[in-house]
């Protein structure tokens, strides 16, 4: 059996995550990887051993042997290099966002149904942790009862002095939201997989802490420490911070708050689902355990054991209890996740994924607009029907 060849654009901190996790997968192999910093891209085909190197898109959607395009460009290339993968006819998987606005999303989504072949997946990763997979399961079996209620967090701190500059930070190139389409988006996501349930309205808070930045004259990599004497002061559009109340079409209410300037949270996220007989709680950052809470019986710390998981968390757990599995294991599972279901020949709108579709994410950067004009209206705000 042959391997599935993969090409990937953009060599930046994300796109070393996919590098190691196509590895991982056994049957799928990495042959080229391209980006506009043609020095960059050299250097980490050298580094990894990628026996190809291209300096843009056209030319490694021109390479024939290639199955898989990975995009792991900033948000602004995103929709254009979508929409060029997905008519080349080779099968995608796209960093979060899908593009920047739901107008982009929606051509992307109408450029799918075109190429009803073409499988196409977006990288919510954490929906694959073995435990949030358990989530899920119990859940839809019921053992929670009625889901009342949703409520969590997702803090980090890489933005917290006026010295620390991204391209995030920039609207034209991440959008018109930073810290909820960046982080809150996972936040989302995750909630509404393992509930089954959408979110369909919201009313939100959101808030630029630091109004002004020191932008360095030299490129900065994403969670890396400035050390540039030399900078240009940069106002600042985008939320640092912001809370959100919604209402789930299954009936459930909830709220959650991200932040990107807490100070001490690397990447804390976390979430409970309340339901009628009980609550089941987790925590990326003890991504091997979560929390079981009762009324009239002892609570439960539940600890990830492959012999006693559902079926459907079971399938992504491989090392036996007490040898942890984490961020990584969970990046992969989703990248897994997708080749496995190319391998086998499925069909998209027919056969059932565990990863993001393309639809999914689309409804993400919906919701996400919700929230804007919902802070700027001081407004409950209904997600719009795509158009």
């Given amino acids: ?92 998987l796209s960093e979060k966002p899908l593009a920047r606005d739901s107008e982009e999303s929606a051509s992307l989504i109408r450029s799918l149904q075109k190429h009803p072949g073409t499988v196409a997946a977006v990288n919510f990763n954490y929906r694959m942790n073995p435990l949030v997979q358990e989530i899920r399961s119990r859940i839809s079996r019921g053992d929670i009862g ?90 600042i559009v985008t939320e640092d911070y912001g809370a959100v109340l919604f209402k789930m079409d299954n009936g459930a209410h909830g709220v959650f708050f991200v932040s990107e300037v807490s100070a001490g949270h690397g990447c804390f996220f976390n979430f409970e689902i309340d339901g009628s007989q009980a609550s089941l709680q987790w925590n990326q950052q003890t991504a091997d355990q979560m929390w079981m809470g009762f009324r009239d019986q002892d609570n439960r710390l539940i600890l990830r054991n492959p012999n006693s998981l559902t079926p459907e968390a079971k399938q992504i757990s491989y090392l036996a209890k007490g040898h942890p599995e984490g961020w990584n294991d969970a990046f992969t599972n989703n990248i897994q996740s997708f080749y496995r279901y190319i391998r086998e020949g ?32 001081r407004k409950w705000v209904k997600v719009r029907p795509m158009a």
């Avoid at 059996?1 to 996790?21: D, L, P």
């Avoid at 002095?161 to 018109?176: H, Q, S």
């Fill in 346 to 377: 499925k069909q998209p709108g027919t056969d059932a994924c565990s990863f993001a579709t393309f639809t999914e994410a689309d409804y993400i950067i919906r919701l996400t607009e919700a929230i804007v004009e919902s802070n700027a209206s």
């Fill in 1 to 92: 059996m042959q391997k599935i060849k993969a090409g990937i654009i953009g060599t930046g901190y994300i796109g070393i995550s996919h590098i190691e996790s196509i590895r991982r997968t056994g049957f799928a192999d990495l042959v080229a990887v391209a980006d506009s910093n043609s020095d960059l891209a050299r250097k980490k085909a050298e580094e990894y051993y990628i026996p190809r190197c291209y300096n843009s898109i056209d030319d490694l959607l021109a390479d024939p042997e290639i199955q898989v395009i990975h995009n792991c460009t900033p948000n602004f290339l995103h929709a254009k290099i979508n929409e060029q993968v997905i008519q080349s006819g080779k099968h995608l």
């Fill in 146 to 235: 009625k889901v009342n209620l949703a409520h969590g967090s997702y803090l980090q701190d890489w933005l917290l002095y006026d010295t620390d500059y991204n391209w995030r930070l920039e609207p034209e190139i991440c959008g018109v939201s930073r810290c909820i389409a960046d982080i809150g988006s996972h936040w989302m996501d995750a909630v509404q997989h393992v509930t089954g349930a959408r979110i369909t309205e919201v009313c939100a808070d959101l808030a630029t802490v630091i109004p002004v930045r020191k932008k360095p004259k030299t490129q900065v990599e994403t969670f890396s420490v400035s050390k540039d004497a030399e900078f240009e002061e940069k106002p």
